[in-house]
């Protein structure tokens, strides 16, 4: 059983059964690495944290009998429980979630065993620790909320592992690292670790290293602060592993890992009269193999590619990435639907994928005047938009992500649906995260919305979609179909069955 300083506890389960369609064939959505005609099951709920204390850690207790009771009981969640980033590493063996508490909490892949084969993609709470504390800014008069915006794995090199986190203003490097055995017989201590008196030492002891129970500490290495006026949005490590980028809304800093008190200024937007300033930076990537590019989107709409060998300050950028609007299809939102709020590399480092409010775009890096493909996530909230501005779900950020062989691609949406396009068959499919269809063994169906007319049996009406639980944060395991889904303060994963 994991606990934080704060003494709160991590984790939960609850199996279902595949995704099926209500004809009870596979659901309609095929990839290279093998969720093609088969079906998935959700594996486990995690829950992230309430402001409860449940147990002290001196009680033994099963960790599952102690979650599935907490998750039958405690269906609420304050502010700072709800989840703000996930992402697996590299092996996909770890995923990291970062709550607005500013808590990271990191779960770990169960072993495979041969008498219980279907528990391989399980995870368990692996390490809890409080990445950020609320500050304030006394100069500016300005609160620096806790909550964690980003977290980036660094590839693994020896036993420990070490992540990136950030908060507004600040950017951690910890190192998660277990630890096993304890050294034992000091001789300026004592027992208890208090200093004795060098007069009562009387022979020479030498200390030995004895077993103790697995403890997981997560230690902060580096601390980048002091580099950015404005909200940090992105963090992203570059393919030479040395080096990192920071973006806020005007600027984006180069880092090395080992300087803290130094940034490199690459790009720099913030025109010298800020009545001119139209447009800001939203999101930022390397490329996946070139440490000399990388890419960030802006609030316009834009993608520009960036060549670090051209110049020291990339103001100029190398190429251009923008769709012409059509003006039938203007209108008073034209600007804030076509807001970027994500931007990715594929896996091979050929393509470009974003996300605005209502697409998701794919963009060759040979071709800079139209995208190659546009998926529609929500079409139908566009007759929606004058009462999502109202009511500011217009400005949610949706994030996207590459499956790992960069042929499926998923986001989210509202009414804790999340979408996968099929980018070879051109197949998609709607399925829901939620906390009402999370019985065991119970066949997760696809969703679909009805827009108008009469509604099917299995149909949703889109006046009837809760705005209020949205899907903005979802991740794709590197190598296999494992998928990880966040719900508020609830965490779904979700695997391709073996069958």
Known sequence: ???????????????????????????????????GEGSWILVCRLLVPTQVSLLSMEEDIDTRKINNSFLRDHSYATEADIISTVEFNHTGELLATGDKGGRVVIFQREQESKNQVHRRGEYNVYSTFQSHEPEFDYLKSLEIEEKI????????????????????KTVKLWKVSERDKRPEGYNLKDEEGRLRDPATITTLRVPVLRPMDLMVEATPRRVFANAHTYHINSISVNSDYETYMSADDLRINLWNFEITNQSFNIVDIKPA???????????????????????????????????????????????????????????FFSEIISSISDVKFSHSGRYIMTRDYLTVKVWDLN????????????????SKLCSLYENDCIFDKFECV???????????????????FDRNTKRDVTLEASRENSKPRAILKPRKVCVGGKRRKDEISVDSLD?????????????????????????????DKVN
Request: with cysteine.
């Open 1 to 35: 059983m994991a606990r934080n300083h704060a003494g709160q506890f991590y984790s939960g389960f609850n199996r279902l059964g595949p995704w099926c369609s209500p004809s009870g064939s596979p659901a309609p959505l095929s990839c290279e690495t093998g969720c």
């Open 149 to 168: 915006n980003k977290i980036r794995w660094l590839p693994q090199q020896n036993a420990a592992y070490f992540l990136l986190s950030t908060n507004d």
């Open 273 to 331: 009269n800020m009545e001119e300033l139209t447009e800001v930076i939203t999101a930022a990537e390397f490329h996946p193999h070139h440490c000399n590019s990388f890419v960030y989107s802006s609030s316009k709409g834009t993608i520009r590619l960036c060549d670090m060998r051209a110049s020291a300050l990339c103001d100029r950028h190398s190429k251009f990435f923008e769709e012409p609007e059509d003006p039938s299809n203007r209108s």
């Open 367 to 382: 071709m800079e005047n139209r995208p190659i493909e546009t998926y529609q996530v929500h079409d139908y909230l566009r």
């Open 402 to 420: 590459w499956n790992g062989s960069d042929s499926v691609i998923m986001t989210g949406s509202y009414n804790n649906f999340f979408r996968m």
């Open 467 to 495: 705005f209020s639980k949205k899907i903005l944060h979802t991740a794709w395991h590197p190598s296999e179909n494992i998928i990880a889904v966040a719900a508020t303060n609830n965490l779904y994963i979700f695997q």
